[in-house]
Each structure stands twice: as C-alpha cells, then as structure tokens.
C-alpha cells in the first residue's frame, strides 16, 4: 500500500537538558519513515534547498519528484522543557506543488504555511482518505520568529480524519473539549483525534474512545506527534478498523517516547507498535456524547 505525505522537510536545531542537537526532521521525515517501517511506500510531496541531504530519504525508499528549491530549507529552533517546546521559526522554503497521486491515503500534515488552501483543496479532492495536522495551517510567528498559533479558518469537508491538541482545537473551534470535537466532526472529520499529553480521545459518530499513554518521563517530544499521525493513517487504511488505528498511533507514540532517543532516532520498530497496541486495546475506555 502506498501512503502519501504533504509537509515541508526541516532542520532543527533541538536544545535539550543543556544541549543542542542539530536533526533533519519535519513531519515529512517522521512520517514517512513511520509508514516506511510499517511496510508502505511513501510519494512525499514537501521542498527542501540545497542544504538537505535528500540522500537519507532515497536510502530510506521515499519517493520525492520536484522537491529541491533555490531556497533553503526550512529551519526551527525547538527548545524543549519536559513536555513543553517553544518553537522559532528561522528560514521558510517554498511552498509545495502538486498534481495529482495514486496513493491509497494522503497525511498532510503542514509545519508552516506551504500548503495553500488551493491545494489542500486539490488533495481532499483526489484522495480515498485523507488525514489532516492542521499545525501548519494555524501557526504565525512574532517580531522575533516564536511560533504562536492563530483562530483561523479552515476548510475540513471531505476529511475522513484530523488529529489536534487542546490549543490546535481552540484554534479552529470553541468550547470544552468535548463540545470542540463535536464541532469539528460538524465540519466534516468523520474521525477526530484529539491528544492531550498522556490522554488520547477518539470521536467516532456518537462515542468517545480513550487511552491513556503510561505517564513516564518524557524526553525529546520533538516529531511524537507525526509519528502519531503515520501509524493511525496506515493502520486505518491497511485494517479499516479506527479502534485497532487508535491503539496503534498510543503505541507507536509510547514506543518512541520510551526509546529516549532525540530526532528521527526514536521512529519506533513495527514489533514494539504491535505489542504496545495489543496492550492499549484491552484497556480502551468509551462513553458516549
């Protein structure tokens, strides 16, 4: 099966326990290199300058066409505080084009504005599933580059899934958590995700299901939520069972949070996503709204 991912390439500069780390990244790697070691292929649609070493995604088996631009890549300074990260915006590339894909799925999942509404347009339009981050269609950065993210107005017809936390979902919608699913389902999310640290809800139709990740210490937070994304998308296409995808995107998040790796490291293996969701599968809780 054949995944494909809309999103920037990155390199960030990650400051950690008193040290800094400079990673390629960006929800384009961490994606695309989850649904790699799920065994599907990967069209990603993303720009990256000169700069990147585009080699580590053809040795890793993801297909990129028109990808390299005059600009640089796009840059973040993350500095990371527990479980909390402020985020610095420091070069922006070019935003992505597209034509058209014969993926099974598409995951768009922006950093920072290179998907044009025009576009999100186009995808939704071509896709047999499609799950959306809205993070990059909501971030804006102040006078000194600090990302903050801003009410904005987005377009979720034909959206078979969106994944947000408490202020994403604040940032498109209004009321307790909820009422903010509730009204995200209206507008058109067949499947709302929403993550709260170690609490993970899943709306389908009239039910709430819930996991809760085992509450450890957390180290490097930094892509957690693209790998997220990857495992729900894949495991929902590959099984068509929401129930089993949400254990799995628990599992795959707690996997690579109990690696303890920073960067791309801590992409977890399959084995130990299928172990973790067996776990969280037994322990799901529902409750209808």
Not at 42 to 63: C, E, M
Not at 78 to 95: H, K, M, S, V
Not at 99 to 118: F, M, Q, R, W
Not at 261 to 267: E, M, N, P, R, Y
Request: aromatic share 10%; with cysteine; proline share 3%.
């Amino acid at each position: 099966m054949k995944l494909a991912v809309f999103s920037h390439c990155a390199i960030d500069s990650i400051s950690l326990d008193g040290s800094t780390y400079p990673q390629i990244g960006g929800a384009a790697c961490y994606c695309g290199l989850t649904a790699r070691e799920l065994k599907f292929d990967v069209d990603l649609f993303t720009k990256f300058g000169k700069d990147f070493p585009h080699q580590y995604l053809s040795d890793n088996k993801i297909s990129f066409d028109d990808a390299l631009s005059e600009s640089a890549t796009t840059r973040f300074g993350i500095d990371i505080d527990g479980a909390d990260r402020t985020l610095r915006l420091e070069n922006e590339c070019e935003p992505i084009t597209y034509d058209k894909t014969n993926a099974d799925g598409c995951l768009v999942s922006p950093i920072y504005h290179e998907i044009s509404n025009e576009t999100f347009s186009k995808i939704k339009k071509d896709s047999k599933f499609t799950f959306v981050d809205p993070q990059g269609f909501l971030r804006r950065t102040d006078s000194t580059g600090k990302v903050f993210l801003e009410k904005t107005a987005l377009d979720l017809s034909e959206i078979d899934a969106i994944k947000v936390n408490p202020e994403e979902a604040s940032s498109l919608v209004s009321g307790t958590p909820d009422e903010m699913m509730l009204a995200l389902q209206k507008q058109g999310a067949k499947h709302v995700l929403y993550t709260d640290k170690i609490n993970v809800s899943l709306l389908v139709k009239d039910k709430i299901y819930s996991i809760t990740l085992p509450n450890k210490k957390v180290h490097d937070t930094t892509g957690i939520g693209d790998i997220f994304s990857a495992t729900f998308c894949c495991t929902m296409l590959k099984e068509n069972d929401f129930l089993w995808a949400l254990c799995f995107a628990g599992g795959s998040a707690q996997a690579a949070l109990d690696s303890k790796d920073v960067g791309l490291l801590k992409i977890p293996k399959r084995g130990q996503i299928e172990t973790n969701a067996s776990y969280f599968y037994n322990l799901v809780k529902y409750r209808q709204v």
